[in-house]
């Protein structure tokens, strides 16, 4: 992985990481593949959330796609 790429990606994530800890959870980066797909540890709360998808699409997302140009898409890993 990039170091400065990852690095744009964990601002990012700290940017909404205090509303998921309002609500019990967290987020943790795993990887990011080649072609620009960020892939993510949803823990505590939100790993077994039924909301978590939405949490994932419209905020998670939002957030790395406007922050880091070139990301594609975010998506929650096991």
């Known amino acids: 992985m990039n170091d400065a790429l990852n690095q744009r ?3 990012a994530l700290d940017k909404i990481r205090p ?3 309002a ?5 943790e980066l795993v990887n990011v593949t080649p ?10 709360a939100c790993s077994s959330c039924p909301m978590s998808q939405m949490t994932l ?7 790395v796609i406007r922050e ?3 990301i594609r898409r975010v998506e929650a890993v096991p």
């Open 9 to 11: 990606i964990l601002i």
């Open 19 to 21: 509303y998921l800890k």
């Open 23 to 27: 609500d019990g959870g967290d987020i």
């Open 35 to 44: 072609d620009g797909i960020v892939q993510v540890r949803l823990t505590g």
């Open 57 to 63: 699409r419209a905020g998670v997302e939002r957030a």
């Open 68 to 70: 880091v140009p070139g």
